[in-house]
């Protein structure tokens, strides 16, 4: 008697009920991380929000009581809104819903409403936009050859702790947005470049910040994509490359051209009429020229100049928190300097990944691009290097060198975003969460790629770095005495506030630097 | 069936590991296939395998060694781990369609990674995000940080509870229970001790024992120093500044990983020390993360967490055999919240019975060691009320105002037996205070019986074994729900309970699920009355603006212990329905909240309905405990002393003869009973487990 097994065995009937079988393509782990990050989150509705949150509940109020063709021309808050059309529409559509919770959050007048229900509301759509981070980090971790590496690194990703920052607490989309980023390079890894470059297209009329990546992807999609591996050019792919990137534009743009508004709304995304630091220094070359120049001052005041001094560098910014900072001592940066000196850069490793145009080797020049723009572009803002880390961690399981650059950018880059919040009860927690967050990541990852130094500078290197990292410690410790040691020791501890921050940015700066070094050393020499 | 069996039998040594690396669900392939050769000879020396025709009729015979499937496509992948012979007797060829690997629709779609994944899953034990995390640490070479980590993690959480709002915020002029406590270390700090317990009493005066107030002096002394302004006498009520909040939290927090922690960590690794790291960590995250306790002390603002703590030291302590430390320990407890009487009886019981089992000179010894150390503690807490320090009236005004008896039976709305059936009888229209009162004595009385007498009784019984140095670990059990007994009947049957005291019995109920097995009562019902004790204190967190977080720390904690009631009907037990149908209660009465507005004639709808369909399952649990204490008595001495039933069996059965020789006609629990007396590393959950098997048992002899 032969049995059949599924018929005979009660043990093995589905022991799961009828909601069960709903499941999707996840397990329980991921949705573990899911659950974890979304209760911890949760839990921040509270928190500190920053003037962002303002901005974007204005902006709801304009999409949702103006017509189309004043949403650029509002001026009812000093908020104006200054991102492009998609994230408009983006706005648009979250407007309804809160309406409809609350008629007060889409009320154009209703500046600085801070209601619980606006905050909930609020929270809640970044929770719940961010899921699309959430469900292409699960595709990343699908079909690889190394599973569970590549889903340490996409949970990295999700509960990264400069998405906690930024977007959870500071209050921002960027889960949300790199999600779009995210997607466009999970379709170029599965080989849809067509897809890949329609998604950069519409992340671009999401957020325009994103054009620091679009050299990287021009390159890319035209070597990989328009022409045949010897070279030749393709032009039917070309066109429709063409076609979809400018329809995308038209989606975007295309009401706004009708209306003859584009000039106005040029004017609202590139207002070139900021300094060339952000008023806390985001930690890049400038940084630490900006500093340098202090230093210069300062000896020149005590021990008499021996060079030149500018006056209005002089008054501009002793105090390091201004934003349009002019040097004193050192020649002045204009932008056109830092655009060619970016452009520059950028070239070297354009023409890499024109002649190795692989995924790996695309991914790597993006992360590249990214991180020549926020080295030395004009007034970069310090949340602007979460553009470079979340397409490092992508890269941080390839060996040990990558990981070891990751490291250094991460603890670096999210040490930088700490002055972001300044309220006591929010830096414990960042400072916390991120300790967490790099024992968690950076360990089980240590062990997978370890590999011993094999020469001696790679010994004193390793020593310098780790060194470097133990110094963060110290750094924490410092920058929480200061103000303690401010209001003890001298009489105005209002004038010494800045110092915290700018060894901050001038200590994440360093790491950065390095970082930046080492990435563009490995990609340059790799075959 | 034979000739399955035989089949099984004789292929499974040709069953050789073959790893498949077909995708799911694979197609079915054409039959003219180069794998299904009709007429070749089996390999197997036993004869040609047979095919069911009847389903599989497109298969004519398939003649070839059974390769085994790979254990990711095996049906059941969860079940391979405990079955060793083959899940099937059919011949399956590579070819062969792989259906029913997985039940249909489920996983139907699944990618390899994630069908690898649910195959690593192991059964109900292995299950939550607790577990799991701890899996992947110690998988991950960070078993020695599990520790560090959870500790830092619990911190973060409950520093971000405390972001919220507290017990009163914004509500002069009273405001709540942050004020009240603010209030004690601003009045602690500027007065004289003498005046503590009587200064401007309208406005939250101090109403705690003693060590609340050295607490509140110490946490005032410390914030002074920082910032004077947040504790200046007077002026200072109500302030609300974000620093002075900050510090308030902060206090919390440290204070709560001074006592609680340690406690809790002592109790995973005392009371475990049998069971592995994993289990002892998983018990460690259950009880740091218990969402009524986290959400009242670090939400709703109050230091429950240092009573509770102490308690918890206190026990681990007399598990220990260290009876001296935790008479202290305890008596510290009752000095920070006189709340901690609930679990009085219990811990009288438990060490009034210890006293008799080491005998009259040993017993006796330590009743008076006892006495003297309790005595002198509350001696050395009252000390400053005490003469000389104050004249002998002094300690009065600590005592009127540590038990308040002038107050009704019961105040807000709190989900135990007085104001449940307030809604049928109206108590305060139909007896006096007085009567009341008493009648609540009475019944609270009643309640604590079984606490009163089961760990007297089990160490009685325990006397006829040789003493060993180590405590009994039957006593455990005894001792955890001679507690929850305590205090749930407290918490339900007595005078002027607050919705909060519901954490006192959630404590041992916590203690003794969070190493139960997930398919026990233990575990089930633990969880359904952590989950309807955080549901009861809704109205009051809803009050405090804490509804985000009482959702968020709710389902939180029930993921990390991998909680899941929702199993399929046909395996559904009574008590699985009917934690379906509370659930299915609350999940209505949330949504009748957000929906409907009570009525005008009854503004009070909603508590009341809460109350309602808390005060059951309170209920419920105090019956449980009585039966499980029950139980659990008998594991103590075997079948000696009990029932008439278990009268019987004694005479018919004489498992323990004084000299700890069982005769000839000993059961097998004779023998367990005394290993029981030795081995002290079966802990909680391996008892309770094997309880079962033990009642059983003794129906049998029976």
New interface residues.
């Given amino acids: 008697?032969?049995?059949?097994?599924?018929?005979s065995?009660p043990?093995?009937?589905?022991?799961?009920?009828w909601?069960?079988?709903l499941?999707f393509?996840?397990?329980?782990?991921e949705w573990?991380i899911l659950?974890?990050s979304?209760?911890?989150k949760?839990?921040?509705?509270?928190?500190y929000r920053s003037t962002d949150f303002e901005v974007h509940r204005n902006w709801l109020a304009i999409t949702h009581s103006l017509p189309i063709s004043k949403w650029y021309y509002d001026t009812t808050s000093e908020w104006t809104l200054d991102y492009p059309p998609f994230f408009a529409y983006f706005e648009k559509v979250l407007s309804i819903p809160a309406s409809l919770i609350d008629p007060r959050i889409v009320d154009l007048n209703n500046l600085n409403y801070s209601a619980?229900t606006v905050v909930?509301y609020q929270r809640t759509t970044v929770i719940l936009t961010e899921l699309l981070l959430a469900a292409v980090l699960l595709k990343f971790?699908?079909?690889v050859p190394d599973?569970n590496t590549q889903r340490l690194i996409s949970a990295s990703l999700f509960l990264h702790p400069g998405f906690l920052i930024v977007d959870h607490i500071h209050f921002q989309y960027n889960g949300f947005l790199f999600g779009i980023l995210l997607l466009s390079i999970l379709q170029a890894r599965q080989g849809n470049l067509l897809a890949s470059g329609f998604f950069f297209a519409v992340l671009l009329n999401f957020k325009h910040i994103y054009m620091y990546l679009a050299p990287a992807y021009f390159v890319y999609l035209l070597r990989a994509f328009c022409m045949s591996p010897q070279g030749s050019v393709l032009p039917n792919k070309f066109f429709a490359l063409a076609n979809v990137v400018i329809l995308v534009f038209i989606a975007s743009l295309g009401p706004f051209l009708l209306m003859g508004q584009i000039p106005q709304l040029l004017s609202r995304l590139f207002p070139f009429t900021r300094g060339l630091n952000h008023a806390y220094w985001a930690p890049n070359a400038w940084a630490i020229l900006t500093a340098t120049d202090r230093v210069l001052l300062q000896y020149a005041k005590r021990f008499g100049a021996s060079f030149s001094v500018d006056a209005s560098g002089v008054s501009s910014s002793s105090r390091g928190l201004v934003g349009d900072t002019s040097f004193a001592v050192l020649p002045s940066i204009r932008p056109i300097h830092t655009f060619l000196i970016t452009i520059s850069l950028q070239m070297i490793f354009l023409i890499k990944l024109w002649r190795i145009p692989t995924y790996k080797s695309f991914l790597t020049a993006l992360t590249l691009c990214g991180y020549t723009s926020f080295m030395f572009g004009w007034h970069v803002h310090e949340k602007a290097v979460l553009l470079v880390l979340v397409p490092l961690s992508l890269l941080a399981a390839e060996n040990y060198a990558y990981f070891r650059t990751f490291v250094l950018a991460s603890t670096a880059g999210v040490t930088s975003l700490f002055p972001l919040l300044f309220?006591?009860?929010?830096q414990?927690?960042q400072v916390?969460?991120s300790?967490?967050w790099a024992?968690?990541v950076f360990?089980?990852l240590q062990?997978r790629l370890y590999e011993f130094p094999r020469s001696l500078p790679a010994v004193i290197v390793g020593l310098l770095e780790t060194t470097y990292l133990w110094g963060f410690l110290f750094l924490e410790i410092v920058v929480t005495l200061c103000p303690i040691l401010a209001k003890v020791v001298t009489q105005n501890p209002e004038r010494w506030e800045f110092l915290p921050l700018m060894l901050t940015s001038l200590y994440c700066a360093v790491g950065l630097i390095w970082a930046y070094a080492r990435l563009s050393f490995l990609y340059i020499t790799t075959k | 069936?034979?000739?399955?069996e035989s089949?099984i039998l004789h292929q499974t040594p040709h069953r050789v590991p073959r790893i498949r690396t077909v995708s799911v669900p694979s197609q079915p392939t054409p039959r003219a296939n180069g794998f299904l050769k009709p007429n070749r000879r089996p390999l197997s020396p036993v004869g040609p395998?047979?095919?069911?025709t009847d389903?599989?009729d497109s298969y004519p015979e398939i003649l070839m060694p059974v390769p085994l499937r790979h254990r990711a496509l095996q049906?059941?992948p969860d079940?391979w781990i405990r079955t060793p012979s083959p899940?099937?007797?059919?011949a399956i060829s590579p070819s062969s369609p792989v259906t029913?690997v997985f039940?249909?629709?489920?996983?139907n779609?699944?990618?390899f990674?994630?069908i690898?994944?649910?195959e690593k899953?192991t059964p109900l034990q292995e299950?939550g995000?607790g577990r799991?995390?701890l899996r992947?640490m110690h998988k991950?070479?960070?078993k020695h940080?599990v520790v560090p980590?959870t500790l830092?993690?619990s911190?973060?959480?409950r520093?971000?509870?405390?972001?919220?709002?507290y017990s009163g915020q914004g509500t002069p002029p009273m405001f709540g229970d942050y004020e009240a406590q603010r209030h004690w270390m601003e009045l602690t700090n500027h007065l004289p001790t003498r005046q503590w317990y009587t200064y401007d009493l309208q406005y939250w005066g101090l109403d705690y024992p003693p060590l609340t107030a050295y607490h509140s002096w110490l946490c005032g002394k410390i914030g002074s120093w920082i910032d004077p302004t947040w504790f200046a006498l007077d002026t200072s009520r109500g302030i609300e500044t974000?620093?002075s909040k900050?510090f308030m939290?902060s206090t919390v927090i440290l204070s709560d990983y001074a006592i609680y922690l340690p406690a809790a960590w002592l109790f995973t690794r005392v009371w475990h020390a049998g069971r592995s790291r994993r289990t002892q960590n998983a018990a460690l995250l259950t009880l740091l993360f218990q969402p009524a306790l986290l959400l009242i002390d670090f939400g709703h603002f109050q230091y429950n967490s240092v009573m509770l703590g102490f308690t918890l030291l206190a026990a681990t302590s007399f598990i220990k055999g260290r009876d001296l430390l935790g008479a202290f320990l305890f008596t510290l407890s009752l000095g920070f919240k006189q709340m901690s009487l609930y679990y009085a009886p219990a811990i009288g019981s438990y060490l009034i019975g210890k006293c008799l089992y080491l005998g009259p000179r040993d017993g006796a010894r330590l009743f008076v060691r006892l006495a003297v150390v309790t005595a002198g503690t509350f001696i050395l807490l009252f000390l400053p009320f005490l003469p000389p320090f104050s004249p002998i009236s002094g300690v009065l005004d600590p005592i009127t105002r540590i038990f308040p008896f002038n107050r009704g039976i019961f105040e807000d709305k709190v989900a135990n037996f007085w104001c449940a059936t307030n809604v049928v009888v109206k108590w305060k229209a139909w007896a006096s205070q007085s009567a009341l009162m008493r009648l609540s004595t009475l019944f609270t009385f009643i309640g604590f019986l079984g606490a009163a007498i089961a760990p007297i009784r089990a160490w009685l019984r325990l006397k006829n074994q040789d003493r060993t140095g180590v405590v009994p670990s039957v006593m455990q059990t005894v001792l955890l729900l001679a507690l929850l007994n305590s205090s749930m009947s407290f918490f339900l049957f007595s005078f002027q309970v607050h919705e909060k005291t519901i954490l006192l019995p959630l404590l041992p109920l916590t203690l003794l699920l969070s190493v139960a097995p997930h398919d026990s009562t233990t575990f089930k019902l633990g969880v359904l009355a952590n989950n309807v004790g955080v549901f009861s204190m809704w109205p009051l967190l809803q009050r405090d603006?804490l509804s985000?977080?009482y959702?968020?720390?709710t389902?939180?904690w029930n993921?990390l212990i991998g909680y899941d009631p929702?199993?399929?009907?046909s395996?559904a037990t009574y008590l699985d329905i009917l934690t379906w149908m509370v659930y299915l209660g609350c999940a209505l009465l949330h949504l009748m909240e957000i929906v409907f507005r009570p009525p005008a004639r009854y503004p009070d709808l909603f508590p009341v309905l809460n109350v309602l369909l808390s005060m059951p399952i309170f209920f419920f649990t105090w019956l449980w405990s009585i039966k499980s204490i029950i139980e659990a008595r008998w594991t103590a001495g075997g079948l000696s002393v009990g029932g008439p039933k278990d009268k019987k069996a004694n005479s018919a059965f004489p498992t323990e003869s004084p000299g700890g020789v069982s005769t000839a006609l000993a059961p097998v629990e004779g023998v367990r009973n005394r290993r029981e007396g030795r081995l002290r590393v079966q802990s909680l959950g391996y008892t309770a487990g094997k309880r079962q098997t033990y009642s059983r048992a003794t129906s049998v002899v029976d």
């Fill in positions: 008697m032969a049995v059949n097994p599924e018929k065995d043990q093995q009937l589905p022991r799961v009920p909601f069960r079988k499941a393509d996840v397990t329980s782990s573990d659950a974890l979304t209760a911890f949760s839990l921040l509705f509270p928190a619980w909930a971790a699908r079909g599973p309220t006591p009860a929010e414990v927690i916390a969460y300790l967490l024992f968690v360990g089980p062990q | 069936m034979d000739e399955t089949h395998l047979l095919v069911p389903t599989y049906p059941s079940t899940s099937s007797s059919r029913g039940p249909r629709g489920y996983h779609y699944s990618s990674g994630a690898m994944e649910a899953e299950q995000l799991r995390w992947w991950n070479g960070l940080w980590c830092l993690a911190a973060v959480v520093w971000c509870i405390g972001l919220g709002s974000p620093t900050l939290r603006g985000t977080q959702i968020a720390l389902l939180l993921r929702f199993v399929a009907l395996h």
